[in-house]
């Protein structure tokens, strides 16, 4: 495989400057296009290994957010971190923050730009390491009726995402949103990182620091995540329940997952557009159903 490729999209000579400045002391390696067509052809090009995007989010708006939500569509793009970077007396929240795996203020410090592609860059290899472990197993395991399983680690969310999702209709999308709900009972139902902190871990490089200290500790290292699946004749469940505090996730499900504008709730929006029907929680917010139609 090439080297990883960050594509940088933007028509301002200015802030193409400005990205190649913060970086220009770090192994990023850079491609540029000027609009997101021209990205699309660089996307489509399997000589190019773009791993993550940096784009300039206008101050206003003038369809910018219908053009990436187009791009996004594209089966080349929508497993592709993308870093929004705004200017700082801009409403942000105008912009759906949904579309983004990470949205920042101008100016930008080069450590908080260069962390933050390292870990847009450790999720793409997470998505590309789910899919092609996905598209190399047998469809032996589709047979699957039912199970219970346990789990604690990142490590182990994946190996179970692989197997479940090859039980369903379409295993590569479903696994990228069942990966999302497990990654998400882990790290913010069990270890109880709150999304504010993880910006911040992730800005300041040290969140799989972060985690490897909190499975570790007292308070949490006891803590499992249970997953139950099964078939009928018409639908397959899976319920994934942590042992955190729960979350208000009435906010993310109530409403078009694509129009959200909360800087949170992104993997839920993930999963609902990754191959689920319908995601059901309970009240507390720590039991969430994610159903697939057959």
């Known amino acids: 495989m090439g080297e990883l490729v960050t594509l940088v999209v933007t028509e301002d000579i200015g802030f193409k400057e400005e990205i190649i400045s913060s970086l220009s002391n770090d192994p990023i390696k850079l491609t540029f296009a000027s609009t997101f067509n021209d990205a699309e052809n660089l996307l489509q090009d399997k000589k190019n290994r773009i791993s993550t995007i940096i784009c300039d989010v206008p101050g206003e708006d003038c369809h910018f957010e219908t053009a990436l939500r187009v791009f996004k569509r594209k089966d080349f793009a929508k497993y592709v971190p993308i870093i929004g970077i705004s200017p700082l007396a801009s409403n942000k929240n105008k912009i759906s923050r949904q579309l983004f795996f990470h949205l920042m203020s101008a100016p930008v410090h080069e450590q908080i730009l260069f962390h933050t592609i390292e870990a847009g860059n450790s999720d793409f290899k997470r998505y590309q390491a789910l899919l092609n472990e996905v598209k190399s197993r047998t469809s032996a395991i589709g047979l699957i009726?039912?199970?219970?399983?346990?789990?604690?680690?990142?490590?182990?969310?994946?190996?179970?995402?692989?197997?479940?999702?090859?039980?369903?209709?379409?295993?590569?999308?479903?696994?990228?949103?069942?990966?999302?709900?497990?990654?998400?009972?882990?790290?913010?139902?069990?270890?109880?990182?709150?999304?504010?902190?993880?910006?911040?871990?992730?800005?300041?490089?040290?969140?799989?620091?972060?985690?490897?200290?909190?499975?570790?500790?007292?308070?949490?290292?006891?803590?499992?995540?249970?997953?139950?699946?099964?078939?009928?004749?018409?639908?397959?469940?899976?319920?994934?329940?942590?042992?955190?505090?729960?979350?208000?996730?009435?906010?993310?499900?109530?409403?078009?997952?694509?129009?959200?504008?909360?800087?949170?709730?992104?993997?839920?929006?993930l999963a609902i557009a990754m191959g689920f029907t319908h995601l059901e929680y309970n009240e507390k917010g720590n039991r969430v159903k994610a159903v697939v139609n057959l």
């Open 145 to 269: 009726q039912s199970g219970t399983f346990t789990l604690k680690t990142l490590q182990q969310a994946e190996a179970l995402t692989t197997m479940l999702s090859l039980a369903c209709p379409d295993p590569s999308a479903v696994a990228l949103g069942l990966s999302e709900l497990l990654v998400n009972a882990i790290e913010h139902g069990n270890l109880e990182i709150s999304y504010s902190q993880k910006s911040q871990l992730l800005e300041n490089g040290h969140w799989d620091e972060e985690i490897r200290q909190r499975l570790q500790q007292d308070k949490y290292k006891d803590r499992f995540v249970e997953i139950q699946f099964s078939r009928t004749p018409d639908t397959i469940e899976i319920i994934i329940e942590d042992q955190g505090p729960g979350f208000a996730w009435q906010k993310f499900t109530q409403c078009d997952p694509a129009k959200f504008n909360s800087k949170h709730g992104r993997g839920i929006a």
